[in-house]
């Protein structure tokens, strides 16, 4: 009866230990198709994202150091090298997730247009996103005061004042959740892309983080003011990548031509970021996380004068 016991107990091992074995096979094969393919039939490279959002909470420093090697200038593209910031990373924080059930930002999600058809889209994939004195929640906040989102209605306000008609989406896509950011905010731009064909120009509005970019806030002097600088990042992933990369560098060399200093230049990196839905389709960082929110405003309101020398020559 004893060997029999022992030759079951043995069997149970065996068989619980090739149930691990197989477990943890597939779950390393699964997460190794995520991080290189995303799931079938995603167009938004969730896999990516995933991948992403795994490594930015379990390491930081390792996250933003992704795709550090030197790329080429895309060949056939007349791009101003001197613009290109070759390596520096996109704005990829750790997972932040806020509890709030319901929105508290002031004011309506989206502002509609004040006039006519919209030539201008404002939205924000990490809308929570603050700057100082808005510190809490490792800078990121519910709140409309002190964000990204406060930002965007400036840079509104200062276009529509030109005569220039603009959305503004002011929707938490990274809250309650920040994993899947981008995926949300592409159904809102695609929505919002359909109900007005006149949009011209797409606006993803960021800011950056002072802990990968010297630990210092980027400003210049413009017109006696001190202002927070701004870039661009290009998605090499999108199959228009060129012409991102074009519409990018004409921003910068405008922006640059107007306010000596302004921009900091053009962040190549190799996702999506949803660009792929439109050529016209800037990500935007304006400032960082130790930039104060009035440096930011004042830099909104100096964009929308690039950017309507832009519109007028599109």
């Avoid at 059930?101 to 989206?110: E, F, I």
């Amino acid at each position: 009866m004893r060997r029999k016991s022992s030759r079951r107990n043995s069997g149970n091992k065996r068989m619980l230990l090739l149930l691990t074995v197989l477990f943890w096979s597939f779950s390393g094969l699964t997460c190794i198709a995520l991080l290189n393919n995303g799931l079938p039939g995603e167009e938004t490279n969730m896999g990516q994202e995933v991948g992403k959002q795994y490594l930015a909470a379990a390491f930081p420093a390792v996250s933003r150091s992704a795709g550090m090697e030197k790329r080429e200038p895309l060949s056939g593209s007349e791009i101003d090298e001197s613009l290109i910031i070759k390596g520096s990373p996109e704005n990829v924080e750790a997972v932040w997730e806020d509890q709030a059930s319901q929105q508290t930002a002031t004011g309506d999600v989206l502002d509609s247009a004040s006039s006519g058809a919209p030539l201008v889209l404002i939205y924000h994939t990490h809308a929570t996103e603050s700057y100082q004195p808005v510190s809490t929640g490792n800078f990121h906040s519910v709140e409309e005061e002190g964000t990204v989102r406060e930002v965007g209605k400036v840079l509104k306000g200062a276009l529509e004042a030109k005569g220039i008609s603009v959305l503004h989406d002011k929707t938490l896509h990274d809250s309650p959740s920040y994993s899947k950011s981008y995926s949300r905010s592409l159904d809102t731009a695609q929505q919002l892309l359909a109900a007005n064909p006149s949009i011209r120009v797409i606006i993803d509005l960021h800011r950056d983080a002072a802990s990968y970019t010297g630990n210092g806030k980027h400003t210049f002097t413009a017109e006696g003011k001190t202002v927070a600088q701004f870039c661009l990042v290009v998605g090499e992933g999108n199959a228009n990548a060129e012409a991102l990369t074009r519409f990018a560098n004409r921003i910068n060399q405008k922006a640059n031509s107007m306010y000596p200093g302004f921009s900091r230049g053009i962040i190549m990196k190799e996702y999506k970021y949803n660009q792929y839905i439109a050529d016209n389709h800037i990500l935007l960082e304006m400032g960082n996380n130790q930039n104060n929110i009035e440096e930011v405003k004042a830099s909104a309101t100096l964009f929308a004068q690039v950017l309507e020398e832009i519109l007028k020559e599109m």
